[in-house]
């Protein structure tokens, strides 16, 4: 988006130097990411950041006002509801757009967040090897607040475990092996030495859980949570029914707890008034069918990597929706095609990772990744066939 630095990385890119990176970015956890890597970061300007960072600012004076669970309540399905639920999300996620509006001016939009982990330990390494294999000015970072490698994996390390030894603390998730993020488990491990544990393995006594390290039965006493709890639902029955007993009161603490992916979610954002957020309302809450339906986009509420999102909505689609209060309509955002590649331009988007230290009073903005597409979702899996597509990062200007 810095016109003078994407002309000069496009001038100085060659195959040689992606191969290099994706050679060395690879070289810790051989195999360990599964989903494409764009050839190229974002590098972002101070004014869109602070467009980006201000927009975040409002959403979080949203979520502090007192009646905010209280606006949420229908979030959470009753059937994946955890008990002692914390005071707020340890972590969030918000999701930036760039994108175009009508009088052709470039501007973030957001399009989703969430209260829940992302790729926080990976992008550090990310950072590392970009900078190593490509040319970075000096004076752009993707660090926030004036954090680096160091103070950042010191926070990161803090909210996970608290004062709990970290033997005491896991990562969890649903075959961890399996998933497309693990990479992120690995350099969790790597950072802060919090061992990712498979819900399978959990043991349970009475309100306790424990699970087994090096032949020790070890007790879990907080559990830095990766699980989509709605993912659940789509196990094999064993694995349901060992889910369960997260409905039941346990003797542990959740960063960040499970309820806040519902309550900070796309179904948040119908509460949100502002300028770069757009405008969304809830399915059921309509008095009728928009006559310009094709610049709104249609998602479910409870779905996760954009399954199940319509993005050109038609008559048919919106009145097939049968249960209307799980579905939202969104105005639909202009992507700009902003990054210039050898080819046909990218769209680009943004995901800003907000921390929440226990004593703080708000969340603050940290890191963040980046994602490149030439298609019509934002997404990885959307991109097969294409080049400087994929995972990336943005570099901010300080």
Not at 42 to 55: A, E, H, R, V, W
Not at 332 to 340: E, L, S, T
Request: proline share 5%; glycine share 4%; net charge negative.
């Amino acid at each position: 988006m810095v016109v003078s630095i994407r002309e000069g990385f496009n001038a100085n890119f060659t195959e040689e130097k992606y191969e290099t990176y994706l050679k060395e970015i690879n070289s810790k956890y051989p195999g360990a990411i599964e989903f494409r890597l764009a050839e190229t970061p974002i590098f972002i300007d101070k004014s869109f950041t602070k467009k980006m960072l201000s927009t975040c600012e409002s959403i979080i004076d949203a979520l502090l006002q007192p009646n905010f669970k209280a606006l949420t309540k229908n979030a959470v399905p009753a059937e994946l509801n955890v008990p002692n639920e914390s005071k707020h999300s340890d972590f969030i996620a918000f999701d930036f757009g760039i994108c175009e509006n009508d009088n052709g001016e470039i501007e973030p939009q957001l399009v989703e967040m969430q209260g829940f982990p992302s790729l926080f330990a990976y992008q550090v390494w990310h950072d590392e090897v970009t900078r190593r294999c490509f040319d970075v000015p000096a004076n752009y970072s993707t660090y926030l607040n004036g954090l680096n490698k160091e103070s950042y994996i010191q926070l990161l390390q803090e909210i996970i475990t608290d004062e709990y030894p970290v033997e005491n603390c896991i990562l969890l998730e649903i075959f961890p092996e399996q998933q497309k993020t693990r990479i992120d488990f690995y350099f969790t491990k790597e950072y802060t030495g919090v061992e990712t544990v498979c819900l399978t393995e959990l043991i349970k006594e009475g309100k306790q859980l424990f699970y087994w390290k090096e032949g020790n039965k070890i007790q879990v006493k907080r559990i830095y949570n990766r699980i989509i709890f709605d993912e659940i639902l789509h196990q094999t029955q064993e694995i349901q029914d060992k889910g369960k007993l997260f409905t039941e009161e346990l003797d542990v603490e959740w960063v960040p707890h499970p309820n806040w992916f519902y309550r900070i979610s796309k179904y948040t954002l119908p509460f949100i008034k502002h300028r770069y957020v757009p405008e969304t309302t809830f399915l059921d809450e309509m008095q009728s069918t928009p006559e310009d339906l094709e610049n709104y986009v249609l998602k479910p509420l409870f779905s996760f990597a954009g399954q199940g999102v319509v993005i050109d909505v038609t008559p048919k689609d919106f009145d097939a929706v049968v249960d209307k209060h799980n579905w939202i309509l969104q105005r639909k955002v202009r992507y700009a095609d902003i990054i210039k590649t050898p080819n046909e331009p990218a769209k680009a988007e943004i995901r800003i990772f907000y921390f929440w230290p226990k004593d703080a009073t708000r969340p603050f903005a940290t890191n963040n990744l980046a994602r490149l597409s030439k298609g019509k979702m934002i997404g990885v899996r959307y991109n097969a066939d294409k080049k400087w597509v994929g995972g990336s990062q943005a570099y901010f200007e300080m």
